[in-house]
């Protein structure tokens, strides 16, 4: 099983960088460019620092692509992914990336926004997806039941209460009427196009997440149990979020 639970979240965030580096460096040696694809959230705080601190890894060559944004957030809220990403990855990088798409939640044609920048996407294929796995089982804003289906890159979306809730218990906004209802989202299946995934989740508040991921039926009612049909996944978990899984799937894991 391509599962390591780590001592915690720091050496989760770490061990999940430290793969997907590998990656990154292989892509540029073998091909002369990397595209990735970076998630946000509290999930991603600790693997994104230890990223930015990984060697040898050459982002002027690294187009990168965004995962999700809220609609209609402007990209001065605090819950603002372009915003996220900006400022805890993009301005911090010792040379800028080859390319940057940032996922334009304020954009007056959605649809057409969402078209382009899919366009852009599927142009060549992503060699790093960077992803985490939400609170109800949701990977980027594909909460269930999921479209598993659909070849569309990027989509706008219905966000549950359950996914509202969790931004709202992750500190990102003071009210859950001010948690934003749709938001645009990567696709399922563009996000199992991609080459490698590397999944980082820590925290005791994704155990049941990592229960139906690894152990629940493979449906779009539990949309991140879809990864363990990809050749090359590594999901990161801790401790804590690994606390619902059976003895028997523990035991097939790597341990740290």
Request: neutral net charge; aromatic residues 8%; hydrophobic residues 40%.
């Amino acid at each position: 099983m391509n599962l390591m639970i780590c001592r915690d979240k720091q050496e989760c965030g770490a061990e999940a960088a430290k793969f997907g580096a590998g990656k990154i460096r292989q892509a540029i040696a073998e091909q002369g460019e990397c595209r990735v694809i970076l998630a946000t959230g509290a999930s991603q705080f600790e693997m994104l620092s230890a990223l930015l601190k990984e060697p040898g890894i050459d982002w002027s060559k690294v187009t990168m692509f965004h995962l999700d944004e809220y609609v209609g957030l402007p990209i001065t809220h605090p819950a603002s992914f372009r915003k996220y990403l900006t400022e805890r990855f993009i301005s911090k990088l010792p040379v800028p990336m080859k390319e940057v798409n940032l996922v334009n939640g304020e954009a007056e044609d959605l649809r057409g926004f969402c078209d382009r920048l899919g366009a852009r996407l599927q142009e060549k294929p992503v060699d790093v997806a960077f992803i985490g796995i939400g609170e109800n089982g949701h990977i980027a804003f594909n909460d269930p039941p999921a479209d598993f289906d659909t070849e569309t890159p990027y989509l706008v979306v219905n966000l549950d209460e359950v996914c509202r809730k969790q931004q709202l218990g992750e500190g990102w906004f003071p009210t859950l009427d001010d948690v934003p209802k749709r938001a645009i989202s990567m696709s399922v299946r563009q996000i199992m196009k991609s080459r490698c995934i590397v999944n980082t989740v820590p925290d005791a508040r994704k155990a049941y997440a990592m229960k139906i991921t690894f152990e629940g039926e493979l449906s779009p009612m539990h949309p991140a149990s879809v990864i363990r049909l990809h050749p090359d996944c590594r999901t990161f978990c801790d401790v804590p979020a690994a606390a619902q899984l059976s003895k028997f799937t523990r035991d097939l894991c790597t341990k740290k």
